[in-house]
């Protein structure tokens, strides 16, 4: 192919890369729970200056390594910021959607390259194979999302194609830029980006039954090394600053026990990734069983070893997340560019199995454009405490018949163009869905914003609107640390048990945390008051009654409140009689 034509095909990609992952990114605010944490860590960063430690309501936040606070900071440290992308959502989200334009862009590239790949009609495929990644369910979600798992897919993917492309072709690719971006997304998630490159090369040598080639050509003691040069300085100076506490979050909860034992009530059955993998690849699951059952046994020449490498690489993440205590479906992103090349490759032979696969997949978009066509018989039956009106609206704004028209025209065009070029085939189902993420999931995606994250972002801004000098602010309840976020102070949360009372009026007198203390009531520096948002649940629980709220205004489910704290001690000594003690000293390794 003419570097034209080749350069021509990878600008369309990123066009549609560009148009999937960044139309409208930042339409919506971060959506809770765990995205505001790692917006407000990015921002902070830009803020305090601190870029080694990222910290979150004046705590540091071990969780996750710092790349993805870096690439959130630098979006916050634009000019204008604030005027451009008033939700805060586009910088937070940005890395995640780059990071599946690359994959998109670097899949393209691959397929691209012909002979290599194995793979006919090289441009339909190009588009194909990146299509079916930035298409697939799981990457439409994560790809929108302010936290790391996109961001890891990507580096993880780019890095694992690198070494695939140095095996395939070690006069034309050197052997260290794999490992360097393995680095990098060792600093974008940890340590498992390692194993699951690891255990991947390991399938695909012993898949081949040849342990040598790989081993010369990918060279992997010093491309660790090098992996090791580009990771660790980082953590090596966060274990000198910060200590144990960093190492037994870090490693302790958020590696060796998320990986031994189940943490956040995150148990699922062994065969959890069986349902997963199949509806991260939807409608083309049955394409992806074909392309993993025609994985080759035999050993073929390096540069058409590409479909057992990426076989090797999805069976890398089922085993090693099979094999995990705590399962997410995030936890599936990473295979998600490999299913996409084994859709591809699924359509290399034509039988009767390609054809039931094909007709199957099918089936699957008919059944999914029946289903949006029916939807006034399940839509009433959604049914959100935060979101009342979610169902009436949604069936009102006729944005499901949208959706069942784009899936109908995807299932005509697979049966109209039934007996053409199965890629082409493939492609003309693929286009209308990328209409139907444009103008069906994302505007559906923005009317869930104004129902769910817009009573919290007016609560938080009555927040900072009616708060006097020195008064602190807490959310009691639902805790959504999106408060935080965009009051851009510290709040003191706290949940629904009766200890919840009894922890926040002892957190106002005595908790220390970075740009904040509790102060005693008697100090002549006290506020007598306390402003809180608390949510329609939690006020008719019997604790919360007779307090004598200032009310300040409702939002939703949610509700303003100012408290006198005189009130609430008096409140907290009552249950603290009863036997409920304050426990907010104790170690919580999520806490926020």
Not at 21 to 27: E, I, T, V
Request: glycine share 6%.
């Amino acid at each position: 192919m003419s570097g034209r034509r080749h350069l021509g095909v990878l600008a369309l990609v990123l066009a549609l890369g560009v148009l999937i992952n960044l139309w409208r990114l930042g339409a919506t605010g971060v959506v809770d729970e765990t995205p505001p944490l790692f917006a407000a860590a990015g921002r902070a960063m830009t803020q305090t200056g601190d870029w080694l430690t990222p910290r979150v309501n004046g705590l540091p936040r071990f969780d996750k390594p710092p790349l993805v606070y870096w690439l959130m900071a630098l979006g916050y440290s634009l000019p204008g910021q604030i005027v451009w992308d008033p939700l805060g959502s586009w910088a937070a989200r940005l890395p995640s959607a780059l990071s599946s334009v690359a994959v998109m862009l670097v899949l393209a590239d691959t397929v691209l390259r012909g002979p290599s790949a194995g793979l006919r009609r090289p441009v339909a495929a190009a588009l194909t194979a990146a299509l079916c990644f930035g298409l697939s369910p799981l990457v439409l979600v994560w790809s929108r999302t302010a936290v790391s798992d996109a961001l890891l897919c990507g580096l993880l993917a780019i890095s694992l194609i690198l070494q695939w492309r140095r095996f395939a072709a070690p006069e034309r690719h050197r052997w260290w830029p794999a490992w360097l971006v393995l680095g990098l997304a060792v600093l974008a998630k940890g340590p498992v980006a390692v194993v699951l490159t690891g255990l991947t090369l390991l399938l695909f040598s012993a898949l081949r039954r040849d342990l040598a080639t790989p081993w010369s050509r990918l060279r992997p003691l010093p491309g660790l090394a090098l992996t090791a040069l580009v990771s660790l300085p980082w953590y090596a100076v966060e274990l000198l600053v910060e200590g144990q506490p960093f190492w037994d979050s870090f490693f302790g909860y958020h590696n060796l026990q998320r990986f031994t034992s189940v943490v956040n009530d995150h148990l699922q059955p062994w065969w959890f990734f069986g349902p997963v993998m199949l509806v991260a690849a939807m409608p083309f699951s049955p394409l992806l069983l074909l392309g993993l059952a025609r994985i080759p046994r035999q050993r073929t020449s390096p540069d058409q070893s590409l479909h057992q490498f990426a076989g090797c690489w999805l069976l890398a993440v089922l085993l090693l997340f099979t094999t995990a205590a705590t399962k997410l479906p995030s936890y599936w992103l990473p295979a998600t560019p490999a299913a996409a090349l084994l859709i591809c490759f699924a359509l290399g032979r034509r039988d009767r199995w390609l054809a039931l696969a094909w007709a199957s997949s099918l089936a699957l978009v008919l059944l999914l454009a029946v289903g949006f066509w029916c939807a006034p018989l399940w839509v009433p039956l959604i049914n959100d405490p935060e979101m009342p009106t979610l169902a009436s609206d949604l069936l009102a704004s006729g944005l499901v018949w949208r959706a069942a028209g784009w899936f109908s025209l995807a299932a005509l065009m697979g049966v109209v163009l039934w007996r053409g070029s199965l890629v082409l085939r493939l492609l003309s189902v693929q286009l209308p869905l990328v209409c139907f993420h444009l103008t069906a999931v994302i505007p559906i995606a923005e009317l869930a914003d104004q129902l769910r994250q817009l009573p919290v972002r007016q609560a938080t801004q009555t927040l900072v609107d009616q708060q006097r000098p020195q008064e602190p602010l807490a959310m009691v309840g639902a805790m959504k640390p999106s408060v935080h976020f965009y009051a851009g102070q510290v709040i003191l949360f706290e949940g629904r048990s009766n200890g919840a009372q009894v922890n926040l009026a002892d957190r106002l007198s005595k908790e220390q945390r970075r740009g904040w203390r509790g102060v005693p009531l008697q100090s002549p520096d006290a506020s007598p008051t306390v402003l809180l948002i608390i949510d329609e649940g939690t006020r008719r629980q019997r604790h919360w009654r007779g307090l004598q709220p200032e009310r300040l205004g409702r939002f939703g489910v949610y509700t303003v409140w100012r408290i006198e704290r005189t009130r609430l001690n008096d409140r907290a000594a009552e249950l603290m009689a009863d036997g409920v003690d304050a426990d907010w000293q104790k170690p919580r390794p999520e806490r926020f």
